[in-house]
């Protein structure tokens, strides 16, 4: 058990997928402008992350290796993260219109958020397990989400702040997801 | 040479399976029209009047899902508008209807600061100002009609121009907007 949860934190906090091990960077700069989009975008990449790790390690585990088809695992993955970004889309669309419509073409963008097949090859180059692979997308979700928050709620907060005129914008995001970034390195030190 | 074969089979399976899934959530999961345009409806007045420019509420709903401004439907009110704004994501914005609308205001004369030259009640138009030489002038707030021409010609600047406040006593009824037709008694129809 404390096994498990070990790698929770340590996907959470010390390898954090967006400030630490820079994958999908790219919603985590462009829905991070308002806190509630945030959340959504939080709540859709947690189902698909957690889905898409488990499922790929089906695959995997039983249709490629039986068959000694390893070179197709890429493929297979990117198909695999298409069609449960594709469920969720859907899934989004008939719960709430408003959601689907801050998240825009971000949600569809899912299917090329680097963290999502990197999540899937990872389990893979670890050597997880069928519930090491189920906690270990989770865990990155779960990291995405809290950092993609963080970040928006600051951003709110930057855009009211009195910033100067050449970094108003996108430079002042930039570097503070850099001193994001160099916090989250200080977790390094937590799990020895 | 048979390993390609069993790849080529595996991945169709595969997407053939996965093809089959979408097809079926996508029935289950179907959305008539769009859910968007429905949720802003339900919001508007359904007074179908017409005063946003749009043929009545349901097509105005779509062009705000479609971008256009949420601040054109003065039945709604500020309220409406909030609730628009709210629902398709965008920061609210005073109404353009309340935005021609002014507050009245009546002007004041600061009675221990006039002089008592008369010059204010030359100026106005309407002879609401009431006085005489070298005694202290007042306005009557019920003929004043706000027009600022008495501002200017005070010697001493003791002529103020106040908002109405709206209180029982100078409550707007309306009464004219009833229309009143005087029938002369003597023509007989």
């Given amino acids: 058990m404390s096994e498990y949860l070990l790698l929770l934190i340590g996907t959470v906090l010390v390898n954090n997928f967006v400030l630490v091990k820079f994958l999908g960077l790219c919603p985590f700069m462009g829905v991070s402008s308002k806190l509630e989009s945030a959340i959504g975008m939080s709540m859709a990449t947690t189902f698909v992350l957690t889905l898409a790790s488990v499922l790929s390690y089906l695959v995997n585990q039983y249709l490629l290796l039986p068959f000694d088809l390893d070179y197709l695992r890429t493929m297979s993955f990117i198909l695999v993260i298409a069609v449960v970004v594709q469920f969720t889309e859907m899934l989004v669309q008939k719960t709430s219109a408003s959601l689907y419509r801050a998240l825009g073409i971000y949600l569809p963008l899912i299917t090329t958020n680097c963290a999502v097949l990197g999540v899937a090859l990872l389990n893979i180059n670890e050597k997880h397990n069928f519930f090491q692979s189920a906690v270990y997308g989770f865990g990155a979700a779960v990291g995405f989400s809290l950092v993609l928050i963080l970040f928006s709620a600051m951003r709110e907060r930057l855009a009211a702040a009195d910033v100067p005129l050449p970094f108003r914008g996108g430079a002042i995001a930039m570097i503070t997801a850099g001193l994001m970034s160099l916090a989250f390195m200080g977790f390094t030190g937590l799990v020895k | ?189």
């Fill in chain 2, 1 to 189: 040479m048979s390993g390609i074969f069993i790849a080529i089979i595996l991945l169709t399976v595969l997407a053939l399976f996965f093809g089959l899934l979408l097809g079926f959530a996508a029935e289950k999961f179907k959305v008539e029209g769009d859910p968007l345009v429905d949720q802003l409806e339900a919001l508007l007045p359904q007074t179908q009047c017409g005063q946003c420019g749009y043929p009545g509420c349901r097509p105005y709903a779509e062009a705000i899902a479609n971008g256009d401004k949420i601040n054109k439907c003065p039945p709604g009110g500020a309220a409406t508008m909030e609730k628009l704004a709210d629902m398709a994501g965008v920061d609210p914005e005073p109404l353009t209807a309340t935005e021609e609308v002014q507050i009245k205001k009546v002007a004041y004369i600061r009675e221990d600061e006039c002089i008592g030259c008369t010059k204010c009640i030359q100026a106005c138009p309407v002879d609401a100002i009431l006085g005489t030489g070298k005694l202290m002038h007042t306005v009557i707030t019920d003929y004043c009609t706000g027009c600022d021409l008495c501002v200017e010609p005070c010697p001493v600047d003791c002529i103020d121009m106040l908002p109405v406040t709206q209180n029982i006593k100078t409550w707007d009824w309306k009464l004219n907007a009833i229309p009143v037709k005087t029938i002369d008694e003597d023509v007989k129809c």
